[in-house]
Antibody
Framework: QVQLQQWGAGLLKPSETLSLTCAVY????????WSWIRQPPGRGLEWIGE???????NFNPSLKSRVTMSVDTSRNQFSLKLSSVTAADTAVYYC???????????????????WGQGTQVTVSS | DIQMTQSPSSLSASVGDSVTITCQAS??????LNWYQQKPGKAPKLLIY???SLETGVPSRFSGSGFGTAFTFTISSLQPEDIATYYC????????FGGGTKVEIK
């Protein structure tokens, strides 16, 4: 059974860099895209970006200037960095697997089928 | 950017009722539309993919339909364990989620 386990710092000060890592267990790492999604308190879901094992990335245009993603295929892990955080970045952050479907207008054309447990990140001075 | 408009934002129904949620895309996304269920404090769970395909292990009381810009999600007989927030999501061009529908028991 595929499992995604994520971790990272939960409390940040404004202007710091958020850093999260997600490890994949029980399934193949190659052949999929790997995404980050966040959910501010009491609000809906916002996709942040995705990466494949070759390091190819796609990002949400609204966050692109602050997002960096990386992948470690030797450990079946991928990571997110979000720079210059503010209180607006306070959210639960999820990692997820993208099951590729075919050809779409843009992005990986994948379905987010397995999700991590979520990490609460709070930005406060 | 593709915008997803989901309605209603909340609904209350009795056990056994049929429940329907709609989702409108701002442009044609063919059938690149998924539905997720999220219970409080938990990660979203994929229920329906490609507008109408049931994910493995999901009860058959959940169904989806639609193509292009208009989509529908139905729970044929609402059960107490279906209390959750449901989201539509397009994946034709990157990913965008609808605003969510909170389903409660009357």
């Amino acid at each position: 059974q595929v499992q995604l386990q994520q971790w990272g710092a939960g409390l940040l000060k404004p202007s710091e860099t958020l850093s999260l890592t997600c490890a994949v267990y029980g399934g193949s790492f190659s052949g999929y895209y790997w995404s980050w999604i966040r959910q501010p308190p009491g609000r809906g879901l916002e996709w942040i970006g995705e990466i494949n094992p070759s390091g190819s990335t796609n990002f949400n245009p609204s966050l692109k200037s602050r997002v960096t993603m990386s992948v470690d295929t030797s450990r079946n892990q991928f990571s997110l960095k979000l720079s210059s955080v503010t209180a607006a970045d306070t959210a639960v952050y999820y990692c997820a697997r993208g099951r590729i479907r075919g050809y779409c207008s843009g992005g990986s054309c994948s379905i987010l089928d397995y999700w991590g447990q979520g990490t609460q990140v709070t930005v406060s001075s | 950017d593709i915008q997803m408009t989901q309605s209603p934002s909340s609904l209350s129904a009795s056990v056994g009722d049929s429940v329907t949620i709609t989702c409108q895309a701002s442009q044609d996304i063919t059938n690149y539309l998924n539905w997720y269920q999220q219970k409080p404090g938990k990660a979203p769970k994929l229920l329906i993919y490609d507008a109408s395909s049931l994910e493995t292990g999901v009860p058959s009381r959940f169904s989806g339909s639609g193509f292009g810009t208009a989509f529908t999600f139905t729970i044929s007989s609402l059960q107490p364990e279906d209390i959750a927030t449901y989201y539509c999501q397009q994946y034709d061009n990157l990913f965008t989620f609808g605003g969510g529908t909170k389903v409660e028991i009357k």
